[in-house]
Structures are given as structure tokens and as C-alpha cells.
Nanobody, 120 residues
Framework: QVQLVESGGGLVQAGGSLRLSCVAS????????MGWYRQAPGKQRELVAT???????NYANSVKGRFTLSRDNAKNTVSLQMNSLKPEDTAVYYC??????????????WGQGTQVTVSS
């Protein structure tokens, strides 16, 4: 059974930093991409950042230049360094592992979520 376990959320003042980590119960190579999504109250879940098995990253425009995603395949972890946090970054952050298939369908694995709250 695949499990993704997040840690590192919390309360921080605007301008501060947090680091989120996600440990997978299987090898990172099991996933085509890994990354983080977030969901604020009353809003849809949105992409924050993803990284492929080869290390290519993709960031939401709203976090570019502030967040950095990294992947340690030896430790089966993916980490999100969040700097210059803003109140609008407040959300539940979810770790994601995605597999793509030949018919362009995909399957997502999700962590349980970790709360990030940024006070103004």
C-alpha cells in the first residue's frame, strides 16, 4: 500500500519560511511526478509545484521565486522550501505522487495534508 506522509506545516508570520517534507512508503521511482498541491478554504485544490523523476520542476506562477521543490530519491522524499510566505499562501498542503499511462490517463496518490497558516 502506497503512503505519503507529510510534515513541516505550522504557523508563521508573513515573510517567514517553512519547509514541508513528504516521505513515500515506496521508492520515489514508483512515481512519474511528485509534488505539492494546496487547498484554501472555499477554494479548489491547486498545483503548487511538481518534479519529474528526471528532476524537471514546474511551479505555479504565484510561488515562482519563493518556493523551491526538491526530490531525494535515496530517501524517498520530496521537500518544499517556502520562503517569503504571504497570507495568501495559507492552505492545507498535500503531497502528491502521480503515475501516467500510455493512454494519457493518470493515477494520483495523496498524503493526508498539512496545514500552513501565514499571519499578516
Amino acid at each position: 500500500q502506497v503512503q505519503l506522509v507529510e510534515s513541516g506545516g505550522g504557523l508563521v508570520q508573513a515573510g517567514g519560511s517553512l519547509r514541508l517534507s513528504c516521505v513515500a512508503s515506496v521508492s520515489n521511482f514508483r512515481f512519474n511526478t511528485m509534488g505539492w498541491y494546496r487547498q484554501a478554504p472555499g477554494k479548489q485544490r491547486e498545483l503548487v509545484a511538481t518534479i519529474t523523476s528526471s528532476g524537471s520542476t514546474n511551479y505555479a506562477n504565484s510561488v515562482k521565486g519563493r518556493f523551491t521543490l526538491s526530490r531525494d530519491n535515496a530517501k524517498n522524499t520530496v521537500s518544499l522550501q517556502m520562503n517569503s510566505l504571504k497570507p495568501e499562501d495559507t492552505a492545507v498542503y498535500y503531497c502528491n505522487g502521480r503515475n501516467w499511462y500510455e493512454d494519457n490517463s493518470w493515477y494520483d496518490y495523496w498524503g493526508q495534508g498539512t496545514q500552513v497558516t501565514v499571519s499578516s
